[in-house]
């Protein structure tokens, strides 16, 4: 299992690196403006892809091994028409509502903000379809157990997405928000169809003949919950985005944006800690096991995340103004505010993939509704007087809260100590261990 989260760690370390190579360019070529206009899109396709993980989204993972993979193909890709067409349907009969209603229904996030920004809606539903069908592929080779093809794919979807832009950017010039939405399209695009080649022996191969709509209801109950308390936690982190737009414009949006994606770099960790996890627990029956690997992975992510947090902090204001140019200079103070929060998001991870490979994903939904409970009233306390570091404070005590939840329920049901989250010499040594393991057969594959 180590040398799999190793893998995903170096996947997403990667991932991180071209993420701000592609910063420092939307920095540089595009501006403030035209890079918040690009994250509020991304942050739309975020929104609308809740709506078609009721089915097809991470719970594939749980029932991949369990289900006829064709079966859950042709409900993974039905569901998803049916999903973009009904959002499309929406938009166009959004365009018959009167001017003065729509503002006054959006008065909260600005005086002329839309939540699609005008001009892209329809790329934005083509965003969502193709991602849709490319995470198809993500999530069920994790199903598969393939976690390194999973991660060859993801490697392929972000580079291309990078060189892409610059190839927007540089050879046809577009020096907009377009050239970052135009490279989404692509990356999603080639990802898709280079999943497709490792997912069609298990299409063509299946013969098992599973009920679609058994296995559909099965896979809404599951999801349904999964998603739900996706969706809390997705306004968590990103209602800030609208309420800074509303009071400060899109400016503002692009350092906030710029600050969120140099700060969550580091809860890469969680990320390939959790995804690993998750694959692990959903095969497990000793619930007892499970926890006590959870324990371990969950001090593991908070404590590298905090040190990796710090460094980025420590960081002087002068070198991010320098990097991302002095439109960019206050996301030094952002990243100080978002920092609590992302250590707090690196252990929340490990409790919801803990959570959902047990089959008790309410919890991720009931903590996410704690935290929506505290998200709403910080970010309108804070954000109109402190602006951009009030939202990050708003989000680590989001975090903060849901943690605190899941912590209460984690110890309840496994009756466990909460001295049993300091690190000991026994954990270091566990590291250690699991580290030159990981190196020694890194060395002995260089050698062949």
């Known amino acids: 299992m180590i040398k799999k989260i190793f893998g995903t760690f170096g996947t997403r370390v990667m991932n991180a690196i071209c993420g701000m190579v592609t910063l420092w360019f939307a920095s540089h070529y595009l501006g403030a403006e035209a890079w918040g206009i690009g994250g509020v899109v991304l942050l739309d396709v975020s929104l609308l892809l809740v709506g078609v993980e009721l089915l097809a989204g991470s719970g594939l993972i749980y029932f991949t091994p369990r289900k006829s993979y064709r079966t859950l193909m042709k409900i993974s890709y039905l569901w998803t028409t049916i999903i973009v067409a009904f959002y499309a349907l929406i938009i166009k009969l959004a365009t018959f509502i009167p001017d003065s209603v729509t503002s006054l229904f959006l008065k909260f996030a600005g005086e002329e903000s839309e939540l699609i920004p005008h001009g892209y809606e329809a790329i934005t539903l083509v965003l969502v379809f193709i991602y849709s069908l490319h995470n198809f592929n993500l999530t069920t080779l994790l199903g598969k157990e393939r976690v390194g093809t999973n991660n060859i794919l993801f490697i392929i979807q972000f580079m291309t997405q990078m060189s ?20 989404l399209l692509t990356g999603y695009v080639i990802g898709y169809l280079c999943g497709l080649t490792q997912t069609w022996r298990y299409i063509i191969n299946d013969d098992s003949n ?19 308390s996706t969706l809390v936690s997705l306004l968590n982190r990103r209602l800030s985005f609208f309420i800074i737009k509303g009071f400060w414009g899109d400016a503002h949006v692009g350092v906030y944006n710029s600050a969120s994606q140099v700060a969550e770099a580091p809860k890469l960790i969680g990320q390939s800690i959790a995804m690993v996890q998750f694959s692990k627990i959903s095969n497990l029956t000793d619930n007892k096991l499970a926890a006590r690997i959870t324990v371990q992975l969950l001090k593991t992510a908070a404590s590298l995340t905090a040190i990796c947090i710090l460094a980025l902090c420590v960081i002087p204001t002068s070198i991010y103004s320098w990097i991302f140019s002095a439109e960019f200079a206050a996301m030094k103070s952002v990243m100080v505010a978002l920092a609590p929060g992302i250590v707090f998001m690196a252990t929340d991870m490990v409790f919801s993939h803990y959570f959902s490979g047990l089959d008790m994903p309410r919890h991720n939904l009931y903590g996410a509704l704690v935290g929506l409970a505290v998200t709403i009233p910080t970010l309108y306390l804070l954000t109109p007087t402190f602006g951009m570091i009030g939202a990050g404070i708003s989000m680590s005590l989001t975090n903060l809260a849901v943690i605190i939840y899941k912590w209460v329920i984690f110890k309840k049901i496994n009756k466990i100590s909460s001295t049993e989250l300091l690190i000991t010499k026994n954990d270091f040594i566990s590291l250690k261990n699991n580290l030159l393991d990981v190196f020694k057969n890194l060395k002995k594959t260089n050698q062949k």
Do not use: H, P
């Not at 927007?168 to 939405?181: K, T």
């Not at 209801?217 to 739900?228: A, D, T």
């Open 210 to 228: 599973d009920s679609f709509l058994r296995t559909a209801k099965e896979m809404f109950n599951f999801g349904s919950i999964i998603q739900l």
């Open 164 to 183: 892409s832009m610059l190839v927007y950017i540089f050879i046809f010039d577009l020096r907009d928000e377009r050239a970052f939405i135009y490279s």
